[in-house]
């Protein structure tokens, strides 16, 4: 059973700065891609960022500049350095990573249950 676990979610002034992470856990031959997405109140949820095994990422414009993605691929864990935080981050925020479990088993997308980020103007 993969697992994927969020934190460092809160409530952060206007300006401030926040860590996310995740840690994917459990039955895991191969990770590929690891993302964090968001979805704030009555909107659907949207691209934030993601990075490959190799390390190359894909920051959505709305963040670029502001959040950088990291991942420590010994410790299956993909970040989230999020600065210069915006009332209009505020949003629930979710790990995704597609994750072969198995030398037999296809690859799946998996999600953590989210983490909230509060941006107080």
């Known amino acids: 059973q993969v697992r994927l676990v969020e934190s460092g979610g809160g409530l952060v002034q206007f300006g401030g700065s926040l860590r996310l992470s995740c840690a994917a856990s459990g039955s895991i031959f191969r990770i590929n891609n690891m993302g964090w997405y968001r979805q704030a109140p009555g909107r659907q949820r949207d691209l934030v960022a993601t990075i490959t095994s190799g390390g190359s990422t894909n920051i959505e414009d709305s963040v670029k500049g502001r959040f950088t993605i990291s991942r420590d691929n010994a410790k299956n864990t993909v970040y989230l350095q999020m600065n210069s935080l915006k009332p209009e981050d505020t949003a629930v925020y979710y790990c995704?990573?597609?994750?072969?479990?198995?030398?037999?088993?296809?690859?799946?997308?998996?999600w953590g249950e989210g983490t909230l980020v509060t941006v107080s103007s």
């Open positions: 995704n990573a597609e994750i072969q479990p198995t030398l037999l088993r296809p690859r799946n997308n998996y």
